[in-house]
């Protein structure tokens, strides 16, 4: 079983910053790949960036990001606090959603309660 507890939501206006936190525990060991997801209202949840396990503690894996956010957000861990950040740069309205940590393991993946984001303009 892996815990997820996102924080570090808000309401922001247009070209703020944000970093949004998601605090792991329990069986940390299965976990392949790290991301956050997004899910704005009426819209289907979509990938946003994920992280790999690869790397040293301190660097990161193999990431990926959405088209949408390349160039204005990016995904890191630290693995010794057992911590996924989401470090948000000029934000936009369209980036409002609610965010949510996911972990892959080998039986099953695990997600997180989600956190609210609210960009105004």
């Known amino acids: 079983q892996v815990q997820l507890v996102e924080s570090g939501g808000g309401l922001v206006q247009t070209g703020s910053s944000l970093t949004l936190f998601c605090a792991v525990s329990?069986?940390?060991?299965?976990?392949?790949?790290m991301g956050w997801h997004r899910q704005a209202p009426g819209k289907e949840r979509e990938l946003v960036a994920a992280?790999?396990?690869?790397?040293?503690?301190?660097?990161?894996?193999?990431?990926y990001y959405a088209d949408s956010v390349k160039g204005r957000f990016t995904i890191s861990r630290d693995n010794h606090k057992n911590m996924l950040f989401l470090q948000m740069n000029s934000l936009k309205p369209e980036d409002t959603a609610v965010y949510y940590c996911?972990?892959?393991?080998?039986?099953?993946?695990?997600w997180g309660q989600g956190t609210q984001v609210t960009v105004s303009s």
């Open positions: 992280l790999s396990s690869g790397g040293t503690a301190y660097s990161s894996g193999t990431t």
């Open positions: 329990g069986d940390t060991n299965c976990i392949s790949v």
């Open positions: 996911r972990a892959d393991c080998p039986v099953t993946d695990y």
